[in-house]
């Protein structure tokens, strides 16, 4: 699963929380234009597995693959 730290009317990790809370098994990776450590940690305890700075779009494809 894809999520993006800001979401409209929410937030990605708020969005992870209930995914993870629903489906415990889900490998989320969120991807964000800010590379700022306090979300990144937040990002993480939320449950998702990897954090994609959206400057590193090659690197998200190297994830799925």
Request: glycine fraction near 4%; avoid cysteine.
């Amino acid at each position: 699963v894809f999520t993006d730290i800001s979401i409209k009317k929410s937030d990605g990790i708020s969005v992870t929380k209930q995914i993870i809370n629903k489906h415990p098994e889900a490998m989320i990776i969120m991807v964000s234009q800010y590379n700022i450590p306090r979300i990144i940690n937040a990002a993480m305890k939320a449950g998702a597995v990897d954090y994609v700075n959206k400057d590193d779009i090659s690197r998200l494809f190297k994830i799925i693959n």
